[in-house]
Structure formats: C-alpha cells, structure tokens
C-alpha cells in the first residue's frame, strides 16, 4: 500500500508498506529528505521487517542515532509508519 505523510517540520514522507497480522512485512521508504549515509534506508527497511508498531519505535530511535538527517525526524517516521497501519 501507498501512503504519504507530512508532520509539522518535516519534509513529505512516503511509505510503500504491507501489513500482515499487525507486523510490517514489506517497507520502502522515501520523500523529501535526506539521509546521510543514503544506502542507510535499505537496512532501515530491512530492520523494520517483521516488527509490530512498538518494536518499529526501537529500532527507528536507534538507526536515527547512527545517521544525519534533514527533513525528517524518528517521531515524524514513527507517525507515518503507525498512521499506515489505519489506512
């Protein structure tokens, strides 16, 4: 499923992302921002599989203290990831 989210202060976030029994099974993560290191969104994407909302808040705050950032921010992806979940 495609889904786009915009918080106040960060840049559009857009998220292809498939659920299955309240767990991510599929994500790819992309917008107006940047990552530096650029590569770093695919272990991201990677470390998300199989993760409920709650762990995905874990994993989320620790892969945002190993890289920087601009125009997103780990609270605005946390949002976007669990606002999918709704959708």
Same mark, same amino acid.
């Not at 659920?19 to 921002?33: A, L, P, Q, T």
């Not at 998300?48 to 950032?69: H, M, N, P, Q, R």
């Given at each position: 499923?495609?889904? @786009?989210? $915009?918080?106040?202060? +960060?840049? !559009?976030?857009? &998220? %292809?992302?498939?659920? #299955? =029994?309240?767990?991510? /099974?599929? *994500? =790819?993560?992309?917008? %107006?921002?940047? &990552?530096?290191? #650029?590569e770093s *969104?695919? $272990? &991201? #994407?990677?470390? !998300? #599989?199989?993760?409920d909302i709650?762990?995905?808040? /874990?994993?989320? %705050? @620790?892969?945002?203290? +190993?890289?920087?950032?601009?125009?997103? %921010?780990?609270? +605005? !992806?946390? /949002?976007?990831?669990?606002? +999918?979940?709704?959708?």
């Amino acid at each position: 499923m495609k889904f @786009e989210y $915009k918080d106040k202060g +960060s840049k !559009l976030i857009r &998220l %292809d992302i498939d659920w #299955e =029994n309240g767990r991510i /099974k599929k *994500i =790819n993560i992309y917008g %107006d921002f940047f &990552l530096h290191p #650029e590569e770093s *969104i695919f $272990k &991201l #994407e990677k470390n !998300l #599989e199989g993760k409920d909302i709650y762990f995905a808040k /874990k994993v989320i %705050d @620790e892969f945002f203290k +190993s890289v920087e950032y601009a125009g997103i %921010d780990p609270e +605005s !992806l946390y /949002k976007a990831i669990k606002e +999918s979940m709704v959708k």
